[in-house]
T-cell receptor, first 115, second 111 residues
Framework: GAGVSQTPSNKVTEKGKYVELRCDPI?????LYWYRQSLGQGPEFLIY????????DSGLPNDRFFAVRPEGSVSTLKIQRTERGDSAVYLC?????????????FGEGSRLTVL | QQQVKQSPQSLIVQKGGISIINCAYE??????FPWYQQFPGKGPALLIA?????SEKKEGRFTISFNKSAKQFSLHIMDSQPGDSATYFC??????????FGTGTRLTIIP
């Protein structure tokens, strides 16, 4: 596809369950970002990959959150022991320049609801 | 700590009018200031961006005004149209670092 693809678009889970959210960036984009957007708020930074490595994971709220990008393309955000407060839209973005000064191309997000 | 403060939270403007959204920042290391537009159910999309070496940037009906000494920047939408109804986010970052977003402004253009 031409844009950033995120799956699933919607995920409903129960408190305490494990969740994986997938992001397929634009082909050739070296940088990949995960943001979290709560209702009525701006996107909140979680983690940034440059290639396969996490260049900045300072936004991950706690050790229940983990993300990987093993081959430098697709990334998976993993959330263990989900809590109701984890409910939000998880946005993935990619960029070509590899820095925040390049345009970020966002996917449509994965809406996570924890019951 | 909210590093980018955005106002107003919501804005209603008549078609053909000027929409103005303001942002203020605290981190003097910020040197890239984009505005993103988001429609319901979609991800944010870059609208226009500015670097602090200029005080104004215009692209079509959209203008960013930047005041480095006041640490403020604003988005002006001229001749506002119903299709401009969306949520707008300002953002900022130091060079080569992550973007910090404002809390958003929900803009509604009425006929």
């Amino acid at each position: 596809g031409a844009g950033v693809s995120q799956t699933p678009s919607n995920k409903v889970t129960e408190k305490g369950k494990y969740v994986e959210l997938r992001c397929d960036p634009i082909s050739g984009h070296t940088a990949l970002y995960w943001y979290r957007q709560s209702l009525g708020q701006g996107p909140e930074f979680l983690i940034y990959f440059q290639g396969t490595g996490a260049a900045d994971d300072s936004g991950l709220p706690n050790d229940r959150f983990f993300a990987v990008r093993p081959e430098g393309s697709v990334s998976t955000l993993k959330i263990q022991r989900t809590e109701r407060g984890d409910s939000a839209v998880y946005l993935c973005a990619s960029s070509f320049s590899g820095s925040a000064t390049g345009e970020l191309f966002f996917g449509e997000g994965s809406r996570l609801t924890v019951l | 700590q909210q590093q980018v403060k955005q106002s107003p939270q919501s804005l209603i403007v008549q078609k053909g009018g000027i929409s103005i959204i303001n942002c203020a920042y605290e981190n003097t290391a910020f040197d890239y200031f984009p505005w993103y537009q988001q429609f319901p159910g979609k991800g944010p999309a870059l609208l226009i961006a500015i670097r602090p070496d200029v005080s104004e940037k215009k692209e079509g009906r959209f203008t960013i005004s930047f005041n480095k000494s006041a640490k403020q920047f604003s988005l002006h939408i001229m001749d506002s149209q119903p299709g401009d109804s969306a949520t707008y986010f300002c953002a900022a970052s130091p060079i080569d670092e992550k973007l910090t977003f404002g809390t958003g402004t929900r803009l509604t253009i009425i006929p």
